[in-house]
């Protein structure tokens, strides 16, 4: 597993937190991603906004990096690959299908995203499976974090960040894994994203990323805001 992850135990599962923001389930040879964005860079240039180009590529090419770091032969995708329908760009869409044809053998699947369903499905020839939601061995994944009676939620949508406050009184905000008794949510993967303070209970666990590490921080100590 790359440097930096933390192995935890979900539900009665043992899953890897990496760096990169994606968690992988040894179990089932498989990664979970959520909240890609791709094409939101490209989006915002097509409503005149002087965004750099490039987020979308380095996005899929850190994606590209993780899976073949873990050898996931199963990528699983909690909700928002594609920001918005006029961010599907000839050049996006191109990246994606080389993306794709890099991982030939992988099978795919997307939980469908509020963005995903404004945008657009995937051309059948990139062979990526949709579906509103998916129950295995316990766990449900969702796009939004909402408890279901099925099992424990994995899901993303909220791009999840908390506030750490060091011993100089400086402050930062880093992205993070965060599980309550229900509901798991994973950062956000994507380049170009932003993320929401959030404000956990102090019997949740939470993880940061930091400086290429996974750190589970205290909830009820003086280092969170």
Wanted: proline share 4%; net charge negative; charged share 25%.
């Amino acid at each position: 597993m790359p440097q930096g992850s933390v192995e935890v135990l979900v539900a009665g599962h043992e899953l890897t937190l990496l760096p990169d923001g994606a968690i992988y389930w040894r179990e089932r040879s498989a990664l979970l991603v959520a909240d890609l964005h791709v094409g939101k860079g490209a989006s915002f240039r097509a409503d005149a906004v002087p965004i750099p180009s490039g987020s979308s590529l380095d996005t899929l090419s850190a994606l590209s990096r993780v899976l073949d770091a873990t050898g996931a032969k199963r990528l699983l995708m909690l909700g928002d690959f594609w920001h918005a329908k006029r961010g599907r760009t000839d050049l996006i869409n191109q990246a994606v299908a080389e993306w794709r044809h890099r991982h030939s053998g992988l099978e795919m699947l997307l939980v469908e995203g509020n963005h995903d369903r404004r945008s657009g499905e995937f051309p059948l020839e990139l062979g990526i499976e949709t579906v509103a939601d998916l129950v295995i061995d316990g766990f449900v994944l969702k796009h939004h974090p909402e408890e279901d009676e099925r099992g424990y939620v994995l899901c993303g949508h909220i791009h999840p960040a908390v506030r750490m406050i060091g011993q100089g009184r400086q402050v930062a905000k880093l992205p993070a894994f965060w599980f309550g008794s229900r509901v798991g949510v994973l950062p956000a993967f994507g380049e170009f994203t932003g993320d929401a303070t959030v404000y956990p209970a102090a019997e949740d666990r939470v993880f940061v990323i930091a400086d290429g590490d996974v750190v589970e921080v205290s909830l009820t100590g003086a280092g969170v805001m």
